[in-house]
């Protein structure tokens, strides 16, 4: 392990560990280590491990985490304070970072996820009786998940209440500016970004390469044109997958590239009070779902709902890989589907879609679609993925009841009417006429062909007739249900 070289100063430092809170403003781990006055270590570790309950990151996240350190770095160069990385076990390596720098605390990101609070109790426990503290700060959500409580000291499982109290509870604070200088700390070696060999071999980025810039200026960027541009008509708009009427801030959210306050605040300045709610409510889904893990962390693998252990699933590989592959043949699904692959993201309305035809029709695990979501989207959260997947399989907290199924075909043509969505992913179905274009089997001979659409050869044929699907997930439900 790399040595202190060099040391500029005889106060011991503080380390300021940044984990998904990748920005330099309204960062209260970073503000705490400027105001201490002692010299700083910024650093960052890559913690590849898969044992539960830590969860190794996806292919899109590693591609997003590159160029989000990259920014980082720079932006801690500008400030003369270069970015130390490390990799491996995270507690082990922050406390060899105590022991090589004399550290006099540790700053850092208070994180929800069962795996890091597993880390953090690791290092409190191996620093009590050490001079020097692990001090957590909330750098990634607007309140504590465990500070909103029903009146008799329970959690919420209920979305509404949980709201009411949240908003009761939180109270609005002004973002603050990113600090002007953070003293240098001792020099100590760090790894190589491109060693680390975040970015794929074989590259299928370049469509997120187009879509994203990760960061905390891309951040900024994106939530300066949404406020300019579609906050007004969120409220309509945010369901319309083939119009740009959501924020898509949920990978730099993620990411920590922006904070929730800057967010929340920002969007208050734009005009459209109906649009200002709605979209705050969003941000509350997001406090709302951090509450539920933090309580409940069993739910990253085990249905809130018990009884749902005992669900009938199906063990379906070719149906897994015809959905993972956008090759259903239900046209809005694979526009989803598809999209996802390009640009490591996929539109609100149509993730529910994909989940409900996955879960349903084609009664595969939930946690077989919350697993391909894990590695494929820039987005990926432990806990906006599994309490989203199990809304949607009706076995989560507040969730969706399973028995209410999604048409996809009446999805697609009640939030896609003209199809715009679906030939932007799916080019072969470009040439269909608007009134067949969500359903391809039912349209005409005459008209296929003169779309240059072959079902089976140029689009399959879909995977799952809807009707019998939905029949056979009611019967999978009545096998639980009588148990209860
Ligand atoms: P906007 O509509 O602009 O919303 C603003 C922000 O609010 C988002 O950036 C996000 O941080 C938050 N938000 C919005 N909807 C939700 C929600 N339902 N639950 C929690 N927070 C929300 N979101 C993720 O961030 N990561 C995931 O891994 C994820 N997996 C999902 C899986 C399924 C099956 C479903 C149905 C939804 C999932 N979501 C996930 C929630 C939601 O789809 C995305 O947050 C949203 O599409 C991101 O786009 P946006 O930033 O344009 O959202």
Redesign the pocket.
């Given at each position: 392990m790399a040595r202190v070289t060099k040391s500029k100063t005889k106060q011991a430092p503080v380390l300021l560990w940044f984990r998904r809170d990748l920005r330099l403003a309204d960062q209260d781990a970073v503000a705490a280590a400027a105001e201490s006055g002692a010299p700083v270590v910024p650093v960052f570790i890559l913690d590849d491990s898969d044992r539960r309950p830590h969860r190794a990151i996806g292919g899109a996240s590693r591609w997003w985490l590159h160029y989000s350190l990259q920014n980082l770095g720079e932006s801690l160069e500008r400030l003369e304070n270069p970015l130390i990385l490390r990799r491996g076990d995270s507690a082990k390596t922050i406390l060899a970072l105590v022991a090589e720098t004399g550290a006099s605390a540790v700053h850092t990101g208070f994180m929800p996820d069962p795996g890091d609070r597993t880390i953090d109790k690791t290092v409190h426990d191996a620093l009590t009786d050490k001079d020097c503290q692990l001090i957590r700060h909330r750098t990634t959500l607007l309140h504590d998940p465990h500070k909103v409580k029903t009146q008799t000291g329970n959690p919420f499982r209920v979305f509404t209440p949980f709201s009411k109290a949240f908003e009761a509870q939180v109270h609005v604070r002004p973002p603050t500016p990113a600090p002007k200088h953070l003293s240098a700390g001792p020099t100590l070696a760090s790894d190589k970004l491109a060693d680390w060999h975040l970015l794929p071999t074989i590259p299928w980025d370049k469509g997120m390469a187009e879509e994203w810039t990760p960061g905390e200026a891309g951040a900024a960027e994106r939530l300066a044109d949404?406020v300019a541009d579609a906050v007004s008509d969120?409220q309509t708009a945010?369901d319309i997958p083939g119009e740009a009427?959501?924020?898509?801030?949920?990978?730099?959210?993620?990411w920590g590239e922006i904070s929730?306050w800057q967010?929340w605040e920002a969007v208050g300045q734009a005009k459209g009070h109906a649009g200002v709610t709605t979209?705050r409510r969003?941000?509350i889904?997001?406090e709302?779902?951090a509450h539920l893990l933090w309580h409940y962390p069993q739910l990253v693998d085990q249905p809130l709902r018990t009884e749902f252990s005992d669900f009938p699933w199906r063990d379906d590989r070719a149906g897994e890989t015809a959905w993972q592959r956008g090759q259903t043949g239900i046209p809005i699904v694979d526009a989803g589907l598809r999209e996802l692959w390009s640009i490591g993201?996929?539109?609100?309305r149509v993730?529910?879609i994909?989940?409900s035809l996955l879960v349903k029709h084609l009664l595969i695990p939930?946690q077989t679609?919350?697993s391909w979501?894990?590695d494929t989207?820039v987005?990926?959260?432990?806990?906006?993925?599994?309490?989203?997947?199990q809304?949607?399989a009706g076995c989560g907290a507040d969730a969706a009841p399973f028995f209410r199924i999604f048409n996809p075909v009446l999805q697609g043509k009640k939030f896609d009417p003209k199809g715009y969505y679906v030939r932007q992913w799916l080019p072969e179905l470009k040439d269909l006429p608007d009134a067949h274009i969500h359903e391809p089997w039912a349209a005409p001979e005459i008209i296929l062909r003169a779309a240059k659409v072959s079902l089976g050869k140029t689009y399959p044929m879909p995977i799952v007739d809807l009707a019998e699907g939905r029949a056979r997930a009611l019967a999978a439900l009545k096998q639980i249900s009588g148990r209860n």
């Open positions: 949404f969120y945010r009427g959501t924020s898509r801030l949920s990978p730099h959210l993620h929730p967010v979209y969003e941000l889904w997001r709302f779902a993201w996929m539109h609100n993730r529910m994909v989940a939930w679609g919350e979501f894990w989207l987005d990926a959260d432990l806990a906006n993925n599994c309490v989203s997947w809304w949607v």
